[in-house]
């Protein structure tokens, strides 16, 4: 069965940083396209970040310069680099692989003020 699986979460203080990894159980992962997501209280949905097979990288405006994707084919990994975090940032941050729909269960991520 696929699957994406994220860890690396938790609590951080304003201006911190945190890594998440998404280890990606699926085929043929170095020709899939990848994105990390995020849910925060009372927001949508967002596109934080993706990355597709050629490693060419796409921001939202509000991580731009903050946040770096990233993958690694041969470990099959996802990886998703916080810097300089916000409390603004606090959210579930969600793997996703587009073609053909799949997410992770999502990996909470805290940024105290």
């Known amino acids: 069965q696929e699957q994406l699986v994220e860890s690396g979460g938790g609590l951080v203080e304003y201006g911190g940083s945190l890594r998440l990894s998404c280890v990606a159980s699926?085929?043929?992962?170095?020709?899939?396209?990848l994105a990390w997501y995020r849910h925060g209280p009372g927001q949508q949905r967002e596109m934080v970040a993706h990355?597709?097979?050629?490693?060419?990288?796409t921001y939202a405006a509000s991580v731009k310069d903050r946040f770096t994707i990233s993958r690694d084919n041969d470990k099959r990994t996802l990886y998703l680099q916080m810097d300089r975090l916000k409390p603004e940032d606090t959210a579930i941050y969600y793997c996703?692989?587009?073609?053909?729909?799949?997410w992770g269960k999502g990996v909470l991520v805290t940024v105290s003020s």
């Open positions: 990355i597709t097979t050629a490693d060419t990288t």
């Open positions: 699926i085929q043929h992962f170095e020709y899939t396209h």
């Open positions: 996703h692989r587009p073609t053909p729909n799949l």
